[in-house]
């Protein structure tokens, strides 16, 4: 009996839309058998620790560079081979944040081959990533309320208001939850409060954060009563937005008021404590280690996150679990620019027994990669959003990996991830 041949024998990289309408790439790996595509994301709020999205000509370069320089290397290379083809894009690159090719190509380029090497195999990809036993579902987190650089009209200040399903029987249940519970919310919420969605589908509003954490509260006790079903409350602050480096203060825009690091600090605890927030990202700018690590030992409740603190860095994350500034990353693989340092950087998180919460981008496309690489590396929690298409693809792909796995498949309990 022969295998099929996993060698790579063509590939090609083209333009694409992201689901902001903005121009992103595509890559497509062919073997003698399989075929694999991925499209990049990328994200509004982009953190100063990212690898570089494209190179200095944008798109146009990075599609004349594969063509000249990735295509004719890789082509040949065996594509069950990951690390050897991810070691060859940096090698190619020659820098240390992807500034050449673009991290977009090299994602897009790692990503297309694992998935090519999958179905070249006739593996689904999440089994040809983790294994046979990687068969738990994560709890999604879900983006109810958005702002910040997400929302191209006045919104909250804060990025995202989060809620988080838990004690369902499927990930299924999860789902249909968190989705009623953004229909509540706007039928609850007074009339004209609510108007339309954001980058990442989530309802846009002219409250500020205290105005509208009660409603969204009311909203998932209202649902909680009718379904077996219960909710805690998260945050993204994506606080280096919300950073003035000139004058070394926190301004929030809706009011006009700036707050140094002690103040905010002690608003971000307030809120932490007024709503008995279950988790916090980024209450803090990307370099603000300290007040981060004071923050989780005070909040002795409530998750801290990092993402433009870490930015799926394995130096950075290492460095901030070593004085235990948070107890959770996001894992954004267009970060870091290949899949196996993505997978390197899940490992690292876990090493220090920390949470990776593996997330998308708020430019998004409708692949389903992230739903496969969030089961296969057993990551306990995802954010993938709630409405929009390329939000809804993940979402199904998780519900398809659930009836994938029948009986044999699980869901993470939000009881382990308590301090």
Not at 63 to 89: C, N, W
Not at 351 to 379: M, N, Q, W
């Amino acid at each position: 009996m022969s295998f099929p041949s996993t060698i790579i024998n063509d590939a090609s990289a083209k333009k694409r839309f992201n689901s902001r309408g903005d121009i992103t790439i595509e890559v497509e790996i062919y073997t003698e058998n399989g075929f694999g595509s991925f499209s990049a994301p990328s994200g509004a709020s982009k953190g100063a620790y990212e690898v570089i999205d494209f190179p200095s000509g944008g798109v146009d370069e990075a599609l004349s560079l594969f063509e000249d320089l990735v295509a004719p290397e890789i082509i040949g290379m065996d594509s069950a081979k990951q690390f050897e083809l991810d070691r060859t894009l940096k090698e190619i690159d020659g820098t240390p944040n992807f500034s050449k090719i673009g991290g977009s190509l090299a994602i897009a380029t790692s990503i297309a081959n694992a998935i090519a090497a999958a179905n070249t195999l006739m593996i689904p990809l999440y089994k040809y990533l983790g294994g046979v036993y990687a068969n738990r579902l994560p709890i999604p987190l879900g983006n109810v309320i958005g702002g910040g650089k997400h929302t191209h009209v006045k919104g909250l200040d804060v990025q995202e208001v989060l809620i988080i399903p838990y004690g369902a029987s499927s990930f299924l249940e999860l789902v249909l939850a968190s989705v009623r519970v953004y229909k509540e919310i706007v039928k609850m919420a007074p009339p004209g409060v609510i108007y339309g969605r954001n980058d990442e589908g989530a309802l846009v509003t002219t409250l500020n954060i205290f105005d509208v954490l009660p409603i969204v509260q009311d909203a998932c006790n209202k649902v909680s009563k009718e379904i077996d079903v219960k909710f805690k409350l998260g945050v993204d602050v994506a606080a280096s937005v919300l950073w003035n480096p000139k004058s070394n203060k926190y301004c929030l825009p809706s009011t006009n008021a700036c707050y140094d690091e002690d103040d905010f600090y002690k608003f971000i605890l307030n809120l932490i404590n007024k709503f008995d927030l279950f988790y916090v990202e980024d209450p803090f700018m990307e370099d603000s280690f300290t007040s981060f690590a004071r923050l989780r030992d005070e909040a002795e409740t409530c998750i801290i996150c990092s993402d433009d603190l870490t930015a799926t860095n394995i130096e950075r994350i290492s460095y901030g679990a070593s004085i235990k500034a948070f107890d959770a990353v996001i894992i954004k693989p267009n970060q870091v620019g290949t899949l196996s340092d993505t997978i390197s950087a899940i490992h690292t998180t876990f090493s220090y027994g920390l949470i990776p919460v593996c997330s998308h981008r708020s430019g998004e496309t409708i692949d389903v990669f992230l739903s496969h690489l969030a089961v296969a590396t057993g990551s306990p929690m995802v954010k993938c959003g709630i409405m929009g298409g390329e939000r809804i693809s993940k979402l199904n792909e998780f519900i398809r990996i659930e009836e994938d796995l029948g009986e044999w498949g699980t869901i993470f309990e939000l009881e382990r991830l308590l301090k």
